[in-house]
């Protein structure tokens, strides 16, 4: 299982800016996947997930300015980012929960990276002020 993200770069603040992690070795529609960042000197942190069946999760910090979404046909998920800040600065990470069609867990389960089996190499994104 191969999970590769790009997309990321500079962007001004206010600016938009979408993310793709195109996945093989598994098809996106049957498992459930996250978006993750990193800032410097920072812990991994959560950033949007969604699952099999569509429900999707996100950070309050980014709740209304983060899309995530996925396209089954090209295996791909993605993160429409738009007002962005400063402060979401950080590399940006797709992640994969290698649960078959998993029905289970909450929010705080899709969460924590604990949850998550595969990881992107991930992509920097970059806002300036």
Known sequence: VQLQASGGGLVQAGGSLGLSCVVSGRSVANYAMGWFRQASGTE???????????????????????????????????????????????????????????????????ADRRTYDYWGQGTLVTVSS
């Open 44 to 110: 991994r942190e959560f950033v949007a997930a969604i699952r099999p069946g569509g429900r999707t999760y996100y950070a309050d910090s980014i709740k209304g300015r983060f899309t995530i979404s996925r396209d089954n046909a090209r295996d791909t998920v993605y993160l429409q980012m738009g007002s962005l800040k400063p402060e979401d600065t950080a590399v940006y990470y797709c992640a994969l929960d290698n649960l078959f069609r998993s029905a289970i867990g909450d929010s705080n389960y899709y």
